[in-house]
């Protein structure tokens, strides 16, 4: 899968279009590849970075988990702790070290679950959606 494909996939599964994402990894069979994996990480910060801004406070990052928890009450393999755990090490480096405590195999499932949340609730940046994928493999491209 090209790595245009993969930033389609992804940009599907943020606007909530699964349908979409399906057809388009219809025929991939190779799981989360390493490009994939870093734009869902970039395109994952860049959707925390518009939510929380300035104020990433335990309070604001409780807030968002309690939304989530909610909304994905009945989404196989959702586990509250670990998107709680990729948010907080995200955002803060004394947090950091929660990273570790997440499989490197569920990372991408919370990111992108987490990403989604807070795109559909932004109507900002549903609108801009291209642009995030933009900046996101820009970002890619910068890291690699």
Do not use: W
Request: overall charge negative; charged content about 25%.
């Amino acid at each position: 899968m090209s790595d245009i494909d993969h930033a389609n996939v992804i940009k599907a599964q943020l606007l909530g279009d699964y349908a979409e994402a399906e057809a388009l990894i219809e025929d991939f069979a190779g799981g989360h590849g390493p490009y994939k994996v870093a734009l869902t990480a970039a395109v994952f910060t860049l959707a925390l970075r518009s939510r929380f801004g300035a104020d990433s406070s335990r309070e604001a990052i409780d807030q968002l988990i309690t939304e989530a928890r909610a909304e994905y009450v009945n989404a196989p393999g959702f586990k509250p702790l670990a998107a709680e755990a990729l948010v907080r090490g995200v955002l803060s480096e004394r947090e950091e070290h929660l990273l570790d405590e997440v499989p490197v195999d569920d990372y991408v499932v919370h990111q992108l679950a987490i990403a989604h949340k807070i795109v559909t609730d932004s109507g900002d940046l549903t609108a801009r959606i291209d642009d995030v994928i933009t900046e996101a493999k820009e970002l890619v491209a910068r890291a690699c």
